[in-house]
């Protein structure tokens, strides 16, 4: 059966640190992947899109990369901050016609 | 500014009654979409749209129906709320064509006692 698994359900993490994020998938072939923030009692934010042919995407402290032999993607936050703390969701396009999320993992990032 | 706008932040109603939720984007996006997403099970597609009039069953649909008569507004409505129905429920839209980001709503919670 189809699975997107992300790494854990809360991870917590010392300011400064890289926080390393995993989105893990059976059963889909994505040509894209995104991944999402979301603060409590909001709607997620897009942070960044990678393509199946894209090994890797920056924007700022973030990094992802794809790996479609693995059906993994990894997201880094380098330099963690306290405002970084939020949940994270991957999302992967469903054969072309919409995204499936991934539960998400909610990073604390502590002082 | 881009802008997805849900008509409640919460809503409590009666198991029996029929609930409307209201979306409404002002970016003119072809796509639209409908979630709920519960502690544990994540986002879950209930039904998304491609164009005015069109409409697509997502994963969850059972018990819900939607609806799109103008390009920026979508509407989700529980026909007969039930108690497995409360829940955040999110409204997304994007563009057509490539699958673009979404932009989501401030989600309603929902609350059917």
């Known amino acids: 059966s189809q699975k997107i698994e992300q790494n854990s359900e809360a991870l917590n993490i010392q300011e400064g640190k890289t926080a390393t994020l995993t989105c893990n998938y059976t059963n889909y072939s994505p040509a894209y992947l995104q991944w999402y923030r979301q603060d409590p009692g909001r709607g997620p934010v897009f942070l960044l899109l990678i393509r199946e042919n894209e090994k890797e995407k920056r924007k700022e402290r973030l990094k992802v990369t794809f790996d479609t032999t693995l059906k993994q993607s990894l997201f880094h936050i380098t330099a963690s901050q306290p405002a970084d703390s939020a949940t994270y969701l991957c999302?992967?396009?469903?054969?072309?016609?919409?995204?499936?999320f991934g539960p998400g993992t909610r990073l604390s990032v502590l002082p | 500014d881009v802008k997805v706008t849900q008509s409640s932040r919460y809503l409590v109603k009666r198991t029996g009654e029929k609930v409307f939720l209201e979306c409404v984007q002002d970016m003119d996006h072809e796509n639209m979409f409908w979630y709920r997403q519960d502690p544990g099970l994540g986002l879950r597609l209930i039904y998304f749209s491609y164009d005015v009039k069109m409409k697509e069953k997502g994963d969850i649909p059972e018990g819900y129906s939607v609806s799109r008569e103008k390009k920026e507004r979508f509407s989700l409505i529980l026909e007969s709320a039930s108690t497995n129905q409360t829940s955040m429920y999110l409204c997304a839209s994007s563009l057509a064509g490539e699958l673009y980001e979404q932009y989501f709503g401030p989600g309603t919670r929902l609350t059917v006692t």
């Open positions: 999302a992967l396009d469903n054969y072309g016609q919409n995204f499936v």
